[in-house]
């Protein structure tokens, strides 16, 4: 069976990412922060010998270097880079600089380092894919204002992984940004948007990941399959 690595799966997207994929009987490598907080996921690889908990967290070189050790080359078929943080208060008024570094470097430099760390164990893989949690937000021919630190986030991710993803195309990797909808997560929570539970998201991310053929390289699509525009 392939092999998937998912980051962020401690909750939310990531974590359902980990479930859905150990039911299909996949090796799943559960990637998150801290595992001993972990509980929902502790309790996943309990019941499932075919999730392995790992620590990493996407903005530490070191976090990233003790992964890349610890998988000593394994291959890796699908790498999911799905952890990912909000950017709410941080608006004219209160530009909050050293936030929105750290957002910089969670949904942008974090993403980017860890795929070329990888890249060695996805070329290892036989499905060779790369999937980058992205969000609509990061559209700029969509934007209505508001929300820039992590609007501009996702568009420097969309700009990041598309441009990685015309090169790795080369190698025969698929990579793709992927918007998974407004999901009701901790995320979203309190929000009062209306929100798809995040198994409708997953389901629909997991079916056009299945689907993705050399010709969707560097493309932006929504979980239910259509291109996003940039
Ligand atoms: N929910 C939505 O409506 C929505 C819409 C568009 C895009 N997205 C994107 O989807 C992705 C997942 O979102 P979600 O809704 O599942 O959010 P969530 O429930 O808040 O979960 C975020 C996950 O990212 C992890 N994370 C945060 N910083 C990290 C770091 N430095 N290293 C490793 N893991 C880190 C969190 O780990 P901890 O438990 O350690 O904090 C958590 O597992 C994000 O990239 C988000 O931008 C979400």
């Not at 559960?30 to 996407?58: E, F, H, Y």
């Not at 894919?129 to 209505?144: C, D, F, N, Q, Y």
Request: glycine share 10%; hydrophobic share 45%; with cysteine.
């Amino acid at each position: 069976m392939p092999t998937v690595l998912v980051t962020g799966s401690s909750r939310g997207i990531g974590l359902e990412f980990a479930r859905r994929y150990a039911a299909l009987g996949w090796d799943v490598l559960a990637t998150c922060r801290t595992p001993s907080a972990a509980a929902d996921l502790q309790q996943l690889a309990l019941q499932n010998t075919k999730v392995k908990v790992l620590a990493l967290d996407v903005v530490s070189e070191t976090s990233i270097a003790a992964l890349v050790q610890a998988l000593n080359g394994a291959a890796i078929d699908l790498l999911i880079n799905n952890a990912g943080i909000g950017g709410a208060g941080i608006e004219l008024g209160a530009m909050d600089l050293p936030r929105w570094r750290t957002l910089f470097e969670t949904n942008v430099l974090g993403p980017a380092k860890l795929t070329d760390a990888l890249l060695p164990n996805v070329l290892a893989g036989s499905l060779r894919k790369v999937v980058s949690v992205s969000s609509t937000l990061g559209s700029i021919a969509r934007s209505t204002g508001g929300n820039y630190a992590y609007r501009s986030s996702k568009a420097a991710l969309n700009m990041t992984m598309r441009s990685m993803a015309l090169d790795l195309i080369k190698q025969g990797v698929i990579s793709v940004l992927m918007s998974p909808g407004i999901v009701d997560t901790d995320f979203t929570r309190g929000g009062r948007m209306p929100k798809i539970p995040v198994q409708d998201s997953v389901s629909g991310m997991m079916g056009v990941i299945d689907a993705l053929k050399s010709e969707h390289a560097g493309q932006f699509l929504r979980y239910s399959g259509e291109t996003v525009e940039w």
